[in-house]
């Protein structure tokens, strides 16, 4: 992209200038990989203290039948520390094609914000990834609403301790709790490849990815080709 990220500590904002920054499109772009079809927009955002930076939303429409997934992809979530503690995780989490019948495509979105607006280089890809996170889940959240079935990235964080940590199995907040795509078994790495010809990087103890991304989807039902379902 044309921008270059600069450190959060030196852009400050007064409640004005957020109601009419926040969220604003700066760029739109409409680019073509593998036949595919999908648009780019880098998003100004300012958050809760004042703070403003750009990220980059991608989104594109494929059909179910060009998302890889299984039960295989699952399998490395059974070494996280929290396996077993979140009802919108493995075990728990419901198969890709148990959960999303009906569907007949999905509008895939992932959202890249880069990590040379964190500070603190200890907590920068966490600090990162929940930005990315909630950004994403507002926006499936909406498309919720509006009758559409999503998932999104990473754990469910609707509710601060999950049921099943206290022995319930019987989620709190079902209306917010939105399943990951890998949770679901889908490969997240080559839907991204492949939607947006993007290779996905992950930070090391001796590494820090320029990006973070949040992956998720909404999924359209027969007879609906995506128009309006999202940024409309």
């Known amino acids: 992209m044309a921008y270059q990220p600069q450190q959060r500590k030196n852009q400050k904002h007064t409640n004005d200038d957020q109601k009419h920054t926040s969220n604003q499109k700066h760029t739109s772009d409409q680019k073509h990989t593998n036949d595919q079809k999908w648009n780019v927009d880098v998003i100004e955002h300012v958050d809760a203290t004042g703070s ?82 909630d950004l994403l889940v507002n926006d499936l959240l909406k498309q919720r609403e509006a009758g559409y079935l999503v998932a999104g990235s990473g754990a469910c964080s609707a509710c601060k301790v999950c049921a099943v940590e206290e022995g319930d199995q019987s989620c709190k907040k079902p209306m917010e709790r939105i399943y990951s795509l890998e949770s679901l078994g889908v490969n997240v790495i080559s839907l991204v490849k492949r939607c947006f010809d993007i290779d996905l990087a992950w930070s090391g103890t001796d590494y820090i990815a320029d990006f973070v991304s949040a992956v998720g989807a909404v999924f359209l039902p027969q007879g609906n080709t995506g128009a309006g379902a999202i940024g409309q």
Do not use: W
Request: net charge positive; with cysteine; hydrophobic share 30%.
């Open 52 to 133: 403003m930076l750009l990220y980059e939303r991608y989104e594109g429409i494929v059909t179910l039948a060009d998302i890889n997934h299984g039960d295989r992809y699952k399998v490395p979530c059974e070494g996280c520390p929290k396996y077993g503690k979140n009802l919108s995780c493995p075990p728990y989490s419901p198969s890709f094609l148990h959960y999303i019948q009906g569907a007949h495509a999905a509008r895939v979105i992932c959202l890249r914000v880069p990590t040379g607006y964190f500070e603190f280089i200890e907590e920068r890809y966490r600090s990162c990834f929940r930005m990315a996170r």
